[in-house]
């Protein structure tokens, strides 16, 4: 099943059979301070540039976050929509708790675009879906709803199952649903690692859509965090993961998943995988002879 | 389904609920200069240091090959058993194409040990299951047979199918032949890495033995090998694999692999990662403070 995103001329299909598609995850400012300060003050300068450098690195779809506390949510989601199609052409993954936002940049995006996220709550699918539907957008959907965190395979695949419905009795198809199977911190509980991969075999051969992951979180409060993100990354990717939302200029994390798409078989004649050391050896060499 | 290995009181189970098993490369005089001059000379010391560092980095298991060329290899290699056995309790795998060099170690090994391996050929299923029925010694079964190594999962499951058969035949249960499901340069053929992974799922599914894979060749003639080789441990984790024959000394792969285990819920509480990182961080330390 392939899911396809687009922007006004580019199209990006992630697929089982596809090159790994990674959401450059930086456009957002609740972890970073100078994007939160200079987009409060209506500066859309740093988010153009950490637009421009993930796609340098590799990124394929940019996901956007315009959480600014106190700014008015929609309008800042529509201007940096605005901003970024204006100078470059790359799917956006629209990235908000807030449905006005999402309508809002979804009403100024010029392709089809991926929402970032609903649940499988009944408040959140009779949100989000409709945009969905509206837009011809896609969705991801990630395994939660009313009664919180399901703690097995089974039970999240239920909640799946109930999101992939939803989405068709909302005219939406399978192919435009995106699963996120939830990854959690390993260091608050040892066993979840193998609960949310488990999830991702079980989802993807019951219902046969794509799988995308938030993939830091699973470190979270423990020692050497890249390491156990890039080796989470090649995990999923075995258990059929087709996109993360991530950070490609990470060059471990970039490297890692071209790593896994020449292994995979994804990369003909290891031509990807050249090209980008290439690339790396030439900015490492550029930086220590400036 | 879980493989036993001993040595004299220390045994090693091999499975897909155990922490992944590290089978220590570093003892084979064909790839290492100063290993292969000493071990010409009968001096074993090196040997030995590389059997103490690799069980110090986390090897369970260590493979003993004693391939020098003009020696006698079945006393080199009984001689190199004895002299470890003296000093430590960690199960070998003796790795050689001599059946003889195999038959004089295992005569002087005090515990069960793994053959280093047969292939789906006739001649070498006769020379090599013999051995392991004598001294109910495991064997590793590599996927290759008379007509080379086979192209497709299929294919390769039918030489794995034949060799448990064989195995069977000589009285050695499905339990003592772990299966290699051979690692090919993917410079060379790109598709290959993908046909070793869907070999691996396919292997365990039908026939439910432990997996191991001689890693680092992947790799071969392409730039960044780390990178590769701890990625594709990852995805073999993924995909069942259970033992590696690798360099557990090359602190990436090992942590590569200890990061899976926690991932695949094996390291209960973290505890393994995080005594592994303190230990990498006090080595670090005491490296640059002398």
Redesign the interface.
Known sequence: MNTRLSSQTHQVIIGIEQPFVIIGERINPTRRKRLLETMAAGDLSVALEDARAQIAAGAQVLDVNAGVPGANEPKLLADLTRAIMAVMDVPLCFDSANPAAIDAALAVYPGKALINSTTGEERMLEQVLPLAAKYSAAVIGVLTDESGIPPTPDARLAVARKIVKRAADHGIPAENVIVDCLALP??AD??????T?DTMRLVQRELGVNLSLGASN?SFG???RK??N???L??????WLTAAITDPTVS?IR??LL??D?????????AR??KA?RALQKAAAASTNP
């Open positions: 390993v260091g040892w066993k979840s690692g193998r609960v991969l699973v423990l020692p050497d390491t156990i890039t080796t989470y090649a995990l999923g990717v075995a258990c471990e490297m890692t790593a896994c020449l292994l995979m078989g994804r990369d003909e004649y290891a995988w050249i050391y």
